[in-house]
């Protein structure tokens, strides 16, 4: 076969998939296993990406983001705290409603999460606090919305993260998804494990989330700091 005729038989194969998914409307889950058949009944290889790790946010660069948030305004600033201390996408935030925080049972739902999926997700009575305050009384409709109520779009909450982590000026690569690393980095340091953030973050398979492992060293940092504390090998 030449590689003219390879290549036609490739693009059918991809017009198909395509055809396929919106056909029967497959969920992210099902469409990736249907890619990875087509891959091995092909042959194909997936191109090499280089595994760069995320930055992540120190407790001190997160305090110094939650000082220069709030100055911005109060919704701004609990927007800021309530990503890093939940570990929710700013999606998920975004779309979270106020019958969907239970303040008796300390925890929030998120519904529809990445992959359509729901989850529970544990918030401190500091958070809850802060947000009876936002909302001001107010019994329905978005946690996070403008003065009318109205939803505000994913790019607007982004613009006014981005703003404050520039005013931040910190010499590591930020951004929104940022804090959502920062998060599950500061859960691990301080003693949860891997499957637990797996749970928190609404991650499929422990894998995803051993990239944390590698960001936050957490008890090795500590066992090696312990073993090399005194310089001297004797």
Sequence with gaps: MTQFNKNVELNHC?????????KYA???EKSRY?????????????????KTLPDFLNPAEIYHLFEKAYAHNTQTGLLVEFLVFTGLRINEARCLTIDNLDFSNNQLKV????????RYVPISNDLLSKIKLHLNDRKRGYVFCKGNEVQFTKRALQKRIENVIDECKFTKQASTHTLRHSAACLWLSR????????LM???NTVKTTEIYAKLELGDVKQKYLALVGNQNPK
């Design 26 to 28: 497959l969920t992210p």
């Design 34 to 50: 249907v890619d990875r058949r087509v891959r091995e009944i092909l042959n194909l290889k997936v191109p090499f990406r280089s």
């Design 191 to 198: 003693g949860m494990t891997l499957p637990e953030i797996q």
């Design 111 to 118: 519904v529809s999460g990445k992959g359509a999926k729901d």
């Design 14 to 22: 991809i017009d198909k998939m395509v055809e396929i998914k919106r």
């Design 201 to 203: 973050m609404g991650h």
